[in-house]
């Protein structure tokens, strides 16, 4: 394992090159579009949350990961990127069309979709490839597992209107934690890319 990370850590330093940046610019457009899809979540709002309270839950979501200083830009650009594409799936799926005005779920789907093809890039220069270690362990791995639990939560809740009303409020949060979480990268960016 210490020789897998020793590697990554050679892979992205490389990857740097003689500028000190991964060539990743997420753009004030991206971090506008993140705070976008935060106000499409709230007008999705379909219920008092009052109402829903006997349906509140914990969903553990990893925020010490997220929004704490100690990610490393590579492994930053990789939590971001699985809380969106999670994101994405969460509300791409035939029982969230059910759920939610349409207009406003496909406004959001069309958000998140910039936001991932923006990180998209940064990602692949990165890691290289979809599937490598980063995106199996540490930070990246707590992300998929709080989704994870998301999905067992609407399921175990048949898909109710108040769960759907939990799971909204619960996005909405870790949204705001990524979209800090985007604003980081930009100022790391900038600040590496700065004469």
């Not at 990554?8 to 705070?35: F, I, K």
């Amino acid at each position: 394992m210490a020789c897998v990370l020793s590697l990554l850590m050679a892979l992205v330093l490389v990857s740097y090159g003689p500028g000190g940046s991964l060539g990743c610019d997420l753009s004030q457009n991206h971090v506008l579009v993140g705070r976008q899809n935060l106000r499409l979540l709230d007008q999705m709002r379909r219920l008092s949350p009052r109402f829903c309270l006997q349906d509140r839950k914990d969903f553990a979501f990893p925020q010490e990961m997220v929004e704490g200083g100690q990610l490393q830009e590579a492994q930053a650009f990789s939590v971001l990127h699985e809380m969106l594409q999670q994101t994405f799936n969460l509300f791409h799926t035939e029982r969230s069309s059910a759920a939610w005005d349409t207009t406003l779920l496909e406004q959001l789907r069309t958000g998140l979709h910039q936001q991932l093809d923006d990180l998209d890039a940064c990602l692949g220069q990165v890691m290289g490839e979809e599937d490598s270690a980063l995106g199996r362990m540490g930070p990246t791995l707590a992300v998929k597992r709080y989704f994870h639990g998301i999905h067992v939560y609407l399921k175990e809740k048949e898909y109710s209107d108040c769960a759907w009303e939990i799971v909204r409020l619960e996005i909405m949060r870790s949204l705001s934690s990524s979209t800090s979480l985007q604003e980081r990268l930009r100022m790391m960016d900038g600040d590496l890319n700065s004469p």
